[in-house]
């Protein structure tokens, strides 16, 4: 089974820190892809990363950066966190052939984080 | 562009009732289609997809769906909810030479006993 891990379950951050939040997966997924969650609004995408260094913005990476130095790993990155940014964030993987876009995405638990 | 709207906020059924849950999308080029559900406190685990072929698809947990492409739907059915059906509905959809799904707003399923 694929394992998506979110290092954090909750976290709590100031308005203006710099915050990580760190994804792994364990099935060598060529795609992975960090959402948020908010009520009313479901799913939005953030960013995604199709290879390791390669990253494709999102509909909303206004306030985010990312990072792929490995495979296995995909960091989301608020560069000064606002209070706008508080919500659950999703980290999901997925293989990436022409044929396996229509693979699942497996997801992690998600992190939710506040700022306040 | 691609998008999906998911016109209820809840869906109430009594276990043993059908469920529907409703979809609709647009995309350019042809569409792909995936239901996801949430349990409380968890992340989004995959139920079923269509990519072409039947309309009706069946996936986990004896949910199906069926895609009606002049009415731009997907609508997610069970033929006799159970109230460990309770969660949350997430309907995507991938859009030819898109790599990444739009999802909708969600649907909180609530299955009275």
């Known amino acids: 089974d694929v394992k998506v891990t979110q290092s954090s379950r909750y976290l709590v951050k100031r308005t203006g820190e710099k915050v990580f939040l760190e994804c792994v997966q364990d099935?060598?997924?060529?795609?992975m892809f960090w959402y948020r969650q908010d009520p009313g609004l479901g799913l939005r995408l953030i960013y995604f990363?199709?290879?390791?260094?390669?990253?494709e913005k999102g509909d909303i990476p206004e306030g985010y950066s990312v990072s792929r130095e490995k495979k296995e790993r995909f960091s989301l990155i608020l560069e000064s966190a606002s209070t706008n940014q508080t919500s659950m964030y999703l980290c999901?993987?997925?293989?990436?052939?022409?044929?396996?876009?229509?693979?699942?995405?497996?997801f992690g638990n998600g992190t939710r984080l506040t700022v306040t | 562009a691609q998008s999906v709207a998911q016109p209820e906020d809840q869906v109430n059924v009594a276990e043993g009732n059908p469920l529907t849950v409703k979809c609709t999308y647009s995309v350019s080029g042809n569409p792909y289609l995936f239901w996801y559900v949430q349990y409380p406190n968890r992340g989004l685990q995959f139920l079923l997809k269509y990519i072409t072929g039947d309309n009706l698809v069946k996936g986990s947990y004896g949910f199906e769906a069926e895609f009606n492409k002049s009415q731009t739907s997907f609508h997610l059915k069970k033929p006799s909810a159970l109230v460990s059906d309770s969660a949350l509905y997430f309907c995507a959809v991938r859009g030819t030479g898109r790599r990444a799904l739009t999802f909708g707003s969600g649907t909180r399923l609530q299955v009275q006993p």
């Open positions: 099935m060598d997924h060529e795609n």
């Open positions: 990363s199709y290879d390791v260094k390669m990253k």
């Open positions: 999901a993987s997925r293989k990436d052939r022409v044929s396996s876009y229509n693979s699942p995405l497996h």
